[in-house]
Each structure stands twice: as structure tokens, then as C-alpha cells.
């Protein structure tokens, strides 16, 4: 059963310090999405991969985040320093990059800054 | 720009009842539509998915949807709902350009009352 994987799936950390969140998609997707919910803004996309070209990441604050696909079976999200305002639920989802759009997507991780 | 509005933040019904979830998109040409539900602390998983043809489309765990362009819609039904089906349900709409983004709706949260 292909699944997308995140890891880790729960992260407390102190503000100041560098949060990693990494997502596996599921083999042979060719397209990877990250997105942030929240209570207030609900599902955000953040950024968005292509044969691990990134495409748009225009969802993403520039100046503490960053994301990357080192390769096709792992993506990474990063944010440096972190803030109490990026606490949420950050997701990976991944998808063939066809016509239809469809993604499938991680169980999350979920980010508390102190 | 594409977007999608769920006009109900919250529904509640009794289990046995018939539940009828609205969905509305502004999208310029032929719309790919997505149900997405999210059960607590998980990841979202996909309901259904419309592209074209039948505009009655079948998804999992018994829900269906109807695409009425005239109206712009995409509800979403079950004829009898279980109490398992209380989670947050996501109407999206993808495009069909290069970015092969999908929005997403604001949400409906489903309580089912025993």
C-alpha cells in the first residue's frame, strides 16, 4: 500500500531554533506539495515540486523557509529560525503530475514553536 | 483565479440521516474537482473525483457527488451517514494549467449525533 511518509510527526521546539520536517512521496509521483494548516488560514500551499524543480513556492515566507528535493525520494522543508506563528500542521502530498491534479497526501507533522 | 467556497463551517446530523455537503467553485473553464475528508490528527485522503463525463460520480466509504455546471457546484451526499464519518470534509478545484495546483475550501466539520 503507497503511502506518503513524514517524519517527524510531532516537533516542540523553542523559537530561535531550526525546525526539519522531510516527506517521502510515494514512489514513481513525480510532483510534491508542501502545505500549512491552521485554525485561522486552513490548508496553505507553501511550495511545489516537479521532477523535483521547485515551481512555485510563492506561498512561502522567503526570509526563514526553504524547501528542497535533494532527490526524488525525499523532500524537505526547513524553517530558520523559527516563530511561534509557525506553529501548524505542515503536510506533504504528492501526485503524478498529470492532468487529473490528484494527491495523496502524509499524515502531517505537527510543529509547536515555544 | 480559481477558489472554492463550503458555505457551512460546521454540520451536524443524526446517524442513519442523509447528509448533503455543499460545494461552489469559480474556475473559467472545465473544473477537476476533488472530496477530501480529514479525520482528526490524520492527513487528508480522497473521497472522489470529478473530470469529466458522468456528471454522478461514485467515491469510497459510500459518498457521491454531482457536478451541476449550471450552478457551479459539487455537493457531496451519502444517503445514511455513520457515525465514523465524522471528520473535516474538503471541497477542491484543481487547473488545468502548467502549475497543477489544487484550491482548496475552507472546510465543513461533520459531527454525527448517536
Known amino acids: 500500500d503507497a503511502r506518503v511518509t513524514q517524519t517527524p510527526r510531532d516537533k516542540v521546539t523553542e523559537m530561535g531554533q531550526e525546525v526539519t520536517m522531510r516527506c517521502q512521496p510515494i514512489?514513481?509521483?513525480?510532483?510534491v506539495f508542501w502545505y500549512r494548516q491552521t485554525m485561522k488560514q486552513g490548508l496553505e500551499l507553501l511550495a511545489y515540486?516537479?521532477?523535483?524543480?521547485?515551481?512555485?513556492d510563492s506561498g512561502m515566507p522567503k526570509d526563514r523557509f526553504s524547501a528542497e528535493m535533494p532527490d526524488a525520494t525525499l523532500a524537505t522543508l526547513k524553517i530558520q529560525p523559527s516563530e511561534p506563528r509557525d506553529s501548524a500542521v505542515y503536510f506533504c502530498?504528492?501526485?503524478?503530475?498529470?492532468?487529473?491534479?490528484?494527491?495523496?497526501f502524509g499524515p502531517g507533522t505537527r510543529l509547536t514553536v515555544l | 483565479a480559481q477558489s472554492v467556497t463550503q458555505p457551512d463551517i460546521h454540520i451536524t446530523v443524526s446517524e442513519g440521516a442523509s447528509l448533503e455537503l455543499r460545494c461552489n467553485y469559480s474556475?473559467?473553464?472545465?473544473?477537476?474537482l476533488f472530496w477530501y475528508v480529514q479525520s482528526p490528527g490524520q492527513g487528508l485522503q480522497l473521497l472522489l473525483k470529478?473530470?469529466?463525463?458522468?456528471?454522478l460520480v461514485q467515491g469510497i466509504k459510500g459518498f457521491e457527488a454531482e457536478f451541476k455546471r449550471s450552478q457551479s457546484s459539487f455537493n457531496l451526499r451519502k444517503p445514511s451517514v455513520h457515525w465514523s464519518d465524522a471528520a473535516e470534509y474538503f471541497c477542491?478545484?484543481?487547473?488545468?494549467?502548467?502549475?497543477?495546483?489544487?484550491?482548496f475550501g475552507s472546510g465543513t466539520q461533520l459531527t454525527v449525533l448517536p
Open positions: 502530498a504528492s501526485g503524478l503530475g498529470l492532468l487529473y491534479n490528484e494527491q495523496f
Open positions: 514512489l514513481g509521483h513525480n510532483t
Open positions: 515540486f516537479r521532477n523535483r524543480a521547485p515551481l512555485d
Open positions: 474556475y473559467g473553464a472545465t473544473p477537476y
Open positions: 470529478y473530470f469529466s463525463g458522468d456528471t
Open positions: 477542491a478545484v484543481g487547473s488545468a494549467g502548467s502549475a497543477r495546483q489544487l484550491t
